[in-house]
């Protein structure tokens, strides 16, 4: 039977490209400066942007290193990287917050481009929306005019990337799931109310989301027959 054409859910395993620790390493080495330093403290700067953006660098670096046979989905993966970091750059400033929000709607694209649409598993829309409403409904509320219409755009850009990536599976679906907790947490404790340590939790989710992503990349979906 072939089970592609009968459209049953894939079963990711671990290719022989996966990286070792050592290639691992420099993602958590940034990673731990970053919250060393705890630069989201101190005034914006260019430095403070570096070390924020450091990271996800490191990804990209490490899906270059071992891209292995699945080099159209790392190619893309990486481009979402680079749209993120470039996110990360501009949320630095406030005043550059839509470009911000731009750069994460295009990484966004990219992953739902990566994750594809097979298997389309439609019945995870309906868990999504009924999570998504209310607290977007709650967040509209609080936003200022001209943040609406990119802030919802982006909102649905991210349910969408969040449906592909629980129906891909394995990391791609943990990644997912964190990236949208991480930008939930974000825009509460910028628009609705401060939370304590909030920004510990949003950055903690955001690399979180992004490494488990990347991982998926080591992934060779394989489809279950029984």
Known sequence: MDARKE?????????????????????FLTCVAYFLLWIPEDPPSWVGALVKCLPVLCLVGLLRAH????????????????????????????????YGVLAFGMAQLLYFWAFGLRP??????????????????LLLLHLPPDMVLPLTAYALILSAMLWRGLARGGSASWGALLFATSDSVLSWDTFIQPLAHGRLLVMATYYGAQFLITL????????KTN
């Not at 998926?216 to 489809?223: D, K, V």
């Open 216 to 223: 998926s990349a080591f992934q060779s979906p394989r489809l």
């Open 7 to 27: 459209g049953l859910p894939r079963n990711p395993q671990f290719s022989a490209q996966q990286p070792h620790l050592g290639s691992l390493s420099p993602f």
């Open 67 to 98: 891209s292995g046979s699945g080099r159209a989905y790392s190619s893309l993966l990486q481009g979402a990287l680079l749209f993120s970091a470039l996110g990360d750059v501009f949320l630095i400033w406030p005043q550059a917050f839509l």
């Open 120 to 137: 389309l598993r439609p019945g995870l829309l309906l868990p999504i929306i009924l999570a998504s409403l209310p607290f977007y409904g």
